[in-house]
């Protein structure tokens, strides 16, 4: 077999032009979480929120949209990569579904950021290919295949499961206060019962302790 090179290091300039493009992202999720302020948002003030000159945008970036896209991919991704640390000890797929309903329901506390995004823009995610949608699918999958759930359409499933808790989203961002670990609760054991557990079993699954979160990622 011919020798393996070692991969190549990435170069000082490349360091800096990636530091840079996660600068101009994380501005833009800063300004996506506030209301109504991404219409009007200059690309002057994303630079500026971001520290970097004006002109470097467009090294990055070819419009807004296409950073406030990116933006929505990298808090989705980052919030789903946390959901799987926090459930992959989890064997049931029911208890997997009702931890993620509670934690994403939870987010409004934890994460404020991330449910302002979801709130906002969660609709346009809801079958998207990276993010929250591509893990419901696949938890939403693994519970038809082992019989645990009585549903024969993922998609229709993942709409279904996804419109409830953007719906929750936008109740909590009307009338604050709403969302609480019983409200969590509650929409978990809901949501389980529309996926075909008994009641009682829905209720069960949905009151089980939440795994403890794993230590952040190196």
Same mark, same amino acid.
């Given at each position: 077999?011919?020798?393996?090179?070692?991969?190549?290091?990435?170069?000082?300039?490349?360091?800096?032009?990636?530091?840079?493009?996660?600068?101009?992202?994380?501005?833009?999720?800063?300004?996506?979480?506030?209301?109504?302020?991404?219409?009007?948002?200059?690309?002057?003030?994303?630079?500026?929120?971001?520290?970097?000159?004006?002109?470097?945008?467009?090294?990055?970036?070819?419009?807004?949209?296409?950073?406030?896209?990116?933006?929505?991919?990298?808090?989705?991704?980052?919030?789903?990569?946390?959901?799987?640390?926090?459930?992959?000890?989890?064997?049931?797929?029911?208890?997997?579904?009702?931890?993620?309903?509670? /934690?994403?329901?939870? !987010?409004?506390?934890?994460? =404020? #950021?991330? &449910?302002?995004?979801?709130? *906002? %823009?969660?609709?346009?995610?809801?079958?998207?290919?990276?993010?929250?949608?591509?893990?419901?699918?696949?938890?939403?999958?693994?519970?038809?295949?082992?019989?645990?759930?009585?549903?024969?359409?993922?998609?229709?499933?993942?709409?279904?499961?996804?419109?409830?808790?953007?719906?929750?989203?936008?109740?909590?961002?009307?009338?604050?206060?709403?969302?609480?670990?019983?409200?969590?609760?509650?929409?978990?054991? /809901?949501?389980?019962? !529309?996926?075909?557990?008994? =009641? #009682?079993? &829905?209720?069960?699954?949905? *009151? %089980?302790?939440?795994?403890?979160?794993?230590?952040?990622?190196?």
């Amino acid at each position: 077999m011919p020798e393996q090179k070692p991969p190549r290091a990435e170069t000082r300039f490349e360091r800096r032009r990636a530091q840079t493009r996660r600068s101009l992202i994380a501005a833009a999720r800063v300004i996506l979480a506030e209301e109504n302020a991404m219409p009007d948002t200059s690309i002057q003030k994303i630079a500026e929120q971001a520290d970097v000159g004006f002109g470097t945008f467009f090294n990055h970036f070819e419009s807004k949209s296409a950073l406030f896209d990116a933006a929505v991919t990298d808090a989705l991704e980052e919030y789903g990569q946390l959901l799987d640390d926090v459930t992959a000890t989890l064997d049931d797929p029911a208890e997997v579904i009702a931890a993620n309903v509670r /934690l994403t329901i939870g !987010m409004v506390v934890t994460h =404020p #950021e991330l &449910a302002k995004i979801l709130r *906002r %823009r969660g609709m346009a995610q809801l079958h998207a290919e990276s993010g929250l949608a591509p893990r419901a699918l696949r938890d939403i999958e693994v519970g038809m295949a082992s019989g645990r759930f009585a549903v024969d359409s993922p998609d229709i499933t993942l709409s279904a499961v996804g419109g409830a808790l953007l719906g929750l989203l936008e109740l909590e961002s009307r009338h604050p206060g709403v969302v609480g670990p019983e409200t969590s609760e509650r929409t978990a054991a /809901l949501i389980l019962r !529309m996926l075909g557990l008994s =009641p #009682e079993d &829905a209720d069960d699954v949905a *009151r %089980r302790p939440l795994p403890p979160a794993p230590p952040p990622r190196a």
